[in-house]
């Protein structure tokens, strides 16, 4: 530990150096980090929000729920397998305010559940951004899809849909609206039970039936994946540059009877302390990021997030430092002091 500290401290450029590029790869990767998952809750937190259970889906609609239609008989086969089963459906829409300012927004109207919020004909619950907007409990809106308006009866937190905020109206307004008589969805937190004519889904799986959610997000992975990477092969450049330079220095002290491991440890030592020190700054400003970021901005970075980040760096840091001291092994202490006597 102090011989490596003083190594560090005598060649402040060159750890600085890496300390610095650490610091934004790992900056960036917790940024875009924030940005996938602020982006997934922005697409889908009212089914994220859900319980772990399956959800129906007519067959034939394809995996697009807009298309699915439950008829009379499957819904009495859900309600067979399990009573509590949650109908509901989905479907993008808007709505005008008082000024005649149109407002985009996901309606979604189910049976009686307690996974959602409860409404009466006239009732509307609407995402919290509303609130935000300046929206009130008691203000109407009305659409242009039924006459009568609707009253808003309460605020919803965190419920997007496609990146628009949630309204939950009752069923009788919803079939109104989109002349319909049944509803598109089934959800149920039984044992998955197989439904003539209806496809079922584990959450995740109906997650990426969501238009654009698996293509936004693996396209976002991919690029933290890569800055994974990019980071590893930084490490190991970076140790196997100095190694080099160093290969005079190995071969004195192992002359002298200092151990392969115990100069693996000095070199783990520096990789751990600039990665620390890199960590914490970028974790620093990430977070004064996440808190002052606008609220419009779709980020989210949670502690749990933080720390996988911070412990794969820490890992990734540790296989590409070690894989650039294999040199360190193979260095016969005579070779490696006449070529840094050359």
């Known amino acids: 530990m102090k011989m490596a500290w003083k190594e560090m401290k005598k060649y402040k450029l060159r750890y600085t150096i890496l300390g610095s590029i650490i610091f934004l790869i ?54 067979d397998a399990d009573s509590d089963v949650t109908l509901f459906s989905i479907q993008m829409g808007e709505f005008q305010d008082n ?56 605020f919803a937190e965190q419920e997007k849909f496609s990146h628009s905020p949630v309204g939950f109206i009752n069923s009788e307004d ?5 002349r319909t008589d049944t509803f598109q969805l089934a959800f149920t937190t039984a044992a998955e039970e197989p439904v ?28 933290i994946i890569f800055l994974y990477v990019i980071s590893g092969m930084l490490f190991a450049i970076f140790f196997y540059m100095i190694n080099v330079q160093k290969l005079g ?25 600039i990665t620390i020190i890199s960590l914490l700054l970028a974790v620093g400003v990430s977070q004064l990021f996440n808190m002052f970021a606008p609220s419009g901005m779709p980020f989210h970075l949670t502690a749990s997030m933080v720390l996988l980040s911070s412990g794969a760096f820490m890992i990734i840091g540790f296989i590409g430092a070690t894989l650039s001291g294999i040199q360190i092994k193979q260095v016969e202490p005579m070779q490696a002091i006449n070529q840094g006597g050359a």
């Open 26 to 79: 790992s900056l960036l990767t917790l940024s875009i980090s924030g940005l996938a998952s602020g982006l997934s809750q922005d697409n889908a937190a009212l089914i994220k929000n859900m319980p772990e259970g399956t959800f129906y889906m007519e067959e034939s609609a394809e995996e697009n729920h807009s298309f699915s239609a439950l008829s009379d008989e499957q819904i009495d086969s859900l309600k």
């Open 99 to 154: 000024e005649d300012k149109k407002h985009s927004l996901a309606y979604v109207s189910a049976d009686d559940s307690v996974i959602f919020p409860e409404t009466a004909p006239g009732e509307i619950v609407v995402d919290q951004s509303f609130q935000e907007e300046g929206f009130e409990v008691g203000d109407t809106v009305s659409t242009s899809l039924m006459d009568k308006d609707l009253t808003i009866t309460g």
């Open 174 to 178: 919803f079939f109104e609206m989109y």
């Open 196 to 223: 003539d004519e209806l496809s079922h889904f584990n959450n995740g799986d109906f997650l990426n039936t969501i238009p654009s959610y698996s293509a936004e997000q693996m396209s976002l992975n991919m690029i």
């Open 249 to 273: 220095t190995f071969g004195i002290l192992k002359a002298i009877g200092v151990k392969t491991f115990t100069l693996f440890k000095m070199m783990w030592t520096q990789m751990f302390i």
